[in-house]
Structure formats: C-alpha cells, structure tokens
C-alpha cells in the first residue's frame, strides 16, 4: 500500500503563506494525491486533490512533482482558522479499488497571530 | 457533496455494555469506512462497510468486538460491544463519492 510521509508540525505567522510538504515516493499510476484537513473536534473535510497537473481552488493550491513522488498544499494567506492537522492520503482512482487507503500521522499547522 | 450525519456525537458508558454508533449519509456514495481516532493520533482504519454483505476489516479489528451493518447505499452502523475503558476513542464514520472523502463529526467514547 501506497503511503505518505509528511512532517509532525508546522507554524506560520498569519497572512503568510504556508507550504506543507508530503512525500508520496510509492504512488502509483492510478493514485490520486488528496489532502484533507481535520479542525479540533471535527472530522476531516475535503481540501483538494490532484492527479498529475497542479490544481487551485478557493481553499488551496496543490502542486505536484513532475515524477508524483511529493507534493505541496499551499495556503496563500494563513488564517487563525487555518489551524488544524492536514493529512496527505493517495487515494486510487478506481470506483472499487483503493480501499486500503491510509491516513499517516498529518502535519499540525499553527498559525501565529 | 455529501453531508454525513453521526450520532450519537459523545457517550459514557459503563464497562461490559454495547454502544452502537449511527451514520446518515445525505446522498448515496459508493463506499463507507469507520474509523478510530485516538486523542491527538491520526485516523485508523477499521473496516469498510459493504452494502448487502459482510465488513471488510483491517487487521487487528474483527466482527464479534465490531460488528457493522449496511442496509442501503445511504445509512451504516458501528457497534463497539462488550466495551472495555480500553475502547474510549473517538469514531469516525466516512463515505466515498468516487475520489472525495466526506466525514461525519465522529462520536466521542467514554467507557469506564
């Protein structure tokens, strides 16, 4: 099973931007790069995810490594409300397959008013 | 987009009891997954609730301690039985909708 390295903790001082690094160096073709984010005392909610082509939305942007082997979630201006644990999963493209899809340990983003 | 609805959101239970844990989901999705979540540790796996059959379940997690139903495409339940205080964690119950995850608030267990 594909898995996912990321660093235990990061900080940023607010209105920067934010880069959060993860290491995926067993992907494989079909997999696609998600992040997802947990606030205190919610479940995870949806970031962005991605393929192959860096992706933006309101939320984020994601860059991803020519070879797929990492990524970058990228947070353009920090807020205090940014702060949570922010996972990195690869999850298969497949409808059926890919169930055994891990949350590794995540990287818990403070952010520094 | 999926919205999931988990209840109960927090329980105390006594030793020896069951809890079952209820999830909703507010459009059908294609796969569901329960999970355990220990203060400040990251989501583990339990098993994935097929629709019509039998969980799937990850090592170290087995039907008798964590049986799982699935009726339909929409609703799955957890239960946790013959609870121990070495059963307080918190669950999370997810649906797939092809490549997104959708969460529920998860329940906070408490058994003493």
């Known amino acids: 099973d594909a898995k996912t390295t990321q660093p235990n903790s990061m900080e940023s001082n607010e209105e920067e931007p934010v880069h959060l690094p993860c290491n995926h160096s067993t992907i494989s073709g079909t997999d696609y790069i998600h992040w997802y984010r947990q606030l205190p005392s919610q479940g995870p909610e949806y970031v962005i995810h991605?393929?192959?082509s860096n992706v933006n939305n309101r939320m984020a942007s994601l860059a991803i490594a020519e070879d797929r082997k990492s990524s970058t979630l990228i947070l353009h201006r920090a807020t205090l409300r940014d702060a949570a644990v922010y996972y990195c999963?690869?999850?298969?493209?497949?409808?059926?397959?890919?169930?055994?899809?891990?949350f590794g340990t995540g990287t818990s983003l403070t952010v520094i008013p | 987009s999926a919205v999931i609805s988990q209840k109960p959101s927090r329980d105390i239970c006594q030793r020896g009891t069951s809890l079952t844990i209820q999830c909703q989901v507010d459009s059908q999705v294609t796969m569901m997954f329960w999970y355990r979540q220990q203060p400040g540790q990251s989501l583990t796996l339990i098993a994935t609730a097929n629709q019509g059959s039998e969980a799937t379940y990850e090592s170290g997690f087995v039907i008798d301690k964590f049986p799982i139903s699935r009726p339909n495409l929409t609703f799955s339940t957890l239960t946790v039985s013959n609870m121990s205080p070495e059963d307080s964690s918190i669950y999370l119950c997810?649906?797939?909708?092809?490549?997104?995850?959708?969460f529920g608030s998860g329940t906070q267990l408490s058994v003493l």
């Open positions: 997810s649906g797939r909708i092809y490549e997104k995850l959708f």
């Open positions: 999963i690869l999850i298969s493209s497949g409808p059926n397959t890919g169930n055994q899809f891990y």
């Open positions: 991605g393929l192959t």
